[in-house]
């Protein structure tokens, strides 16, 4: 069955320094999202990506943040300069259809993102 | 803006038991879509039950059925005839209908144990 991936399931950075998150998508959704997790609170949206562009973000997506399909198979999630508060399991989502509702999303596993 | 609250951190159930996981949500919209999504440890989170607010008949998917109560914003979930399989955590979490892109908010989950 279809699946979405994530890497690295783990990473552990020094404060300040660039991170990507990798995520390969389920090859025909056109949808693609990422959320974060601190530990012990609530699943938050960061952002929704469709047609190559950043449809929505939330608050959370900051300067900091970016996100990019570089090759039609990778969604990747950049934190440019990493803070103690970045650290968070963050999962990337796809779905085939948008926010009507009706699309549901498929999540990875999340990679686990520790900032020390 | 949209909330979704739940309320038990942790239940606990024995193998072929029933329970259920409550969860309340707060939306100024009136159409919107509620869900249960399902994290087992160390693997993704997957769709448990998906209800259409404007449907009055509460969804069912084989053991797992919801308890939608529109008045009163209360969408629990209940698990019959419990398998150690169920064992996960479990997010509640809500979508407006019509917003254009997936964006759920989420509850900060149950976490269900199944002994046998």
């Known amino acids: 069955e279809p699946e979405v991936t994530q890497t690295p399931s783990h990473q552990v950075t020094q404060m300040g320094q660039e991170v990507i998150l990798r995520c390969v998508p389920i090859?025909?959704?056109?949808?693609f999202y990422w959320y974060r997790q601190i530990l012990g609170q609530k699943v938050e949206f960061l952002v929704s990506?469709?047609?190559?562009?950043?449809?929505?973000k939330s608050e959370i997506f900051d300067d900091q943040f970016s996100v990019e399909r570089p090759d039609g198979s990778n969604f990747t999630l950049k934190i440019r300069s990493t803070k103690l508060e970045d650290s968070a399991m963050y999962f990337c989502?796809?779905?085939?259809?948008?926010?009507?509702?009706?699309?549901?999303?498929?999540f990875g596993e999340g990679s686990r993102l520790t900032v020390l | 803006a949209q909330t979704v609250t739940q309320s038990q951190p942790e239940m606990s159930v024995q193998e072929a038991e029933t329970v259920t996981l409550s969860c309340t949500y707060d939306?100024?919209?009136?159409?919107?879509?509620l869900f249960w999504y399902k994290q087992p440890p160390s693997r993704q989170m997957i769709l448990v039950i998906r209800?259409?607010?404007?449907?009055?008949q509460n969804a069912t998917e084989n053991r797992f059925s919801v308890n939608f109560q529109k008045a009163a914003k209360s969408f629990s979930l209940k698990i019959s005839d419990s398998q150690l399989g169920d064992a996960a955590m479990y997010f509640c979490?809500?979508?407006?209908?019509?917003?254009?892109?997936?964006?759920?908010?989420f509850g900060k989950g149950t976490m269900l144990l199944v002994s046998p």
């Open positions: 989502a796809s779905s085939v259809t948008g926010g009507q509702g009706t699309g549901e999303l498929f």
């Open positions: 090859s025909n959704h056109l949808y």
């Open positions: 990506f469709y047609n190559n562009e950043i449809s929505e």
């Open positions: 939306t100024s919209e009136s159409d919107y879509y």
């Open positions: 209800q259409e607010a404007y449907k009055q």
């Open positions: 979490a809500i979508i407006r209908m019509n917003s254009g892109y997936s964006t759920l908010t």
